[in-house]
């Protein structure tokens, strides 16, 4: 069944640091997205980056990074040079049919991250 | 400024009372989605449209409704056979339905039942 884990509940990492927020998915369809969301404590979900299951190279975007591991199906986000804004949670998030039918998404139950100046 | 919007941002249900929460995105947006979020859990899907005068039940569809009459609205209707329908409210829109599309999110609308 198709499924999406995010295993830490909440992190902690020193400002400038690096941080790795771990994702595992579960899914038999061949065409997938998988895709990393912010939510701060106002609630709104900000879209951070996106891996497609056929890209070979990790994505990026800015201080995001996605490590990207298909045979293990795992989608881990790295956030380089943390900073106090960062604290938040984040979910990650995947895209597939679910075997037919329309693609739609399944989130995990996220983790909270906590910078430490 | 193109994005999501959606109000009420705070939305109080008394029992055995229907409301209808909002939802406007001004993005040219084909598909349209409603979520649910509980404190501590991720996003359940409610309903999502795919296109104007079509809409889908998603995981959690029981006591809700909707409509999409037009292309940049999709409002949600909690009716009162909702039985715990104190959450988080969260509208989204994509481009269109494929795997790739990133979808974009509204700010939310609470609702508290009183």
């Known amino acids: 069944a198709q499924k999406i884990t995010q295993t830490q509940p909440g992190m902690f990492v020193q400002e400038k640091e690096a941080v790795t927020l771990d994702c595992t998915y579960d899914?038999?369809?061949?065409?997938?997205?998988l895709f990393w969301y912010k939510q701060p404590s106002s609630g709104e979900m900000i879209f951070l980056i996106y891996?497609?299951?056929?890209?070979?190279q990790n994505a990026t975007e800015g201080r995001y990074s996605l490590n990207f591991q298909k045979a293990r199906k795992s989608a881990n986000l790295v956030i380089s040079a943390s900073q106090l804004g960062d604290s938040a949670m984040y979910f990650c998030?995947?895209?597939?049919?679910?075997?037919?039918?329309?693609?739609?998404?399944?989130f995990g139950t996220g983790t909270r991250l906590k910078v430490l100046a | 400024d193109g994005g999501i919007t959606q109000s009420p941002k705070y939305l109080f249900r008394k029992e055995g009372q229907n409301v209808t929460l909002s939802c406007e995105q001004n993005?040219?947006?084909?598909?349209m989605y409603w979520y649910r979020q509980d404190p501590g859990q991720g996003l359940r899907l409610i309903y999502y449209?795919?296109?104007?005068?079509?809409?889908q039940k998603g995981d959690i569809a029981e006591g809700y409704s909707v409509s999409r009459e037009k292309k940049e609205s999709f409002p949600l209707t909690v009716t009162s056979a909702q039985k715990n329908p104190t959450a988080f409210y969260l509208c989204?829109?994509?481009?269109?339905?494929?795997?790739?599309?990133?979808?974009?999110f509204g700010p939310g609308t609470r609702l508290l039942v009183l």
């Open positions: 993005l040219n947006h084909d598909a």
């Open positions: 891996q497609g299951s056929y890209d070979e």
């Open positions: 989204a829109s994509s481009i269109d339905s494929t795997f790739q599309e990133t979808q974009y």
């Open positions: 998030a995947m895209r597939d049919r679910r075997g037919s039918g329309t693609y739609k998404y399944i």
């Open positions: 449209s795919q296109i104007v005068n079509d809409f």
């Open positions: 899914t038999s369809d061949q065409s997938y997205g």
